[in-house]
């Protein structure tokens, strides 16, 4: 008895959120809240980042040697990347963006990011982004070897790379 019963709850905590979901197209208020969603993650992820990247990837070659068609190549490339990265994970993440923010605070947000000053908290929002990373890296790596370190005294990282290897062919 009491197993069924938990069986019930489970079944219907389960069905509950799928038996909401709509089953046809979603709703006119439903679309709106997404693309607000999606203009709100476009303003203040996307555009910007991808010229500023530009710029830092080229400042990044100067003095490296690599021949000027190199350079261009390397920077369109890895933008493009990072643009179809950051174009998918919009996607993915308007969702939860939409389910998160009511309309009347994305509204604003966009409202905000779209005014002049909007638009100069992101650009300098991006370069601290750099900023960060650049200042992050290299105090990060050595505490990623330690705990590699910590994690290999603990664990047996031989026989976990033996099963890796195992498992990978």
């Not at 100067?62 to 890895?78: F, I, K, M, N, R």
Request: with cysteine.
């Amino acid at each position: 008895m009491r197993a069924s019963v938990i069986i019930a709850a489970i079944w219907l905590a389960l069905a509950a959120p799928a038996a909401a979901q709509s089953t046809g197209t979603p709703d006119g208020g439903r679309e709106r809240h997404l693309a607000l969603a999606g203009q709100y993650l476009e303003l203040t992820q996307g555009g910007e980042l991808f010229k500023q990247l530009r710029e830092q990837i080229e400042a990044d070659y100067v003095g490296s040697g690599l021949p000027a068609e190199q350079q261009t190549w390397v920077a369109d490339e890895v933008t493009n990347m990072v643009r179809e990265v950051m174009n998918d994970t919009i996607r993915e993440l308007r969702d939860d963006v939409a389910d998160s923010f009511t309309v009347a605070e994305l509204q604003a947000a966009i409202d905000f990011y779209t005014s002049p000053l909007g638009r100069s908290l992101v650009r300098k929002q991006v370069e601290l982004n750099f900023e960060m990373q650049r200042v992050m890296t290299p105090m990060l790596m050595p505490r990623m070897v330690g705990l590699m370190e910590k994690f290999c005294q603990r664990f047996d990282c031989e026989a976990l790379a033996e099963a890796e290897a195992k498992a990978s062919r």
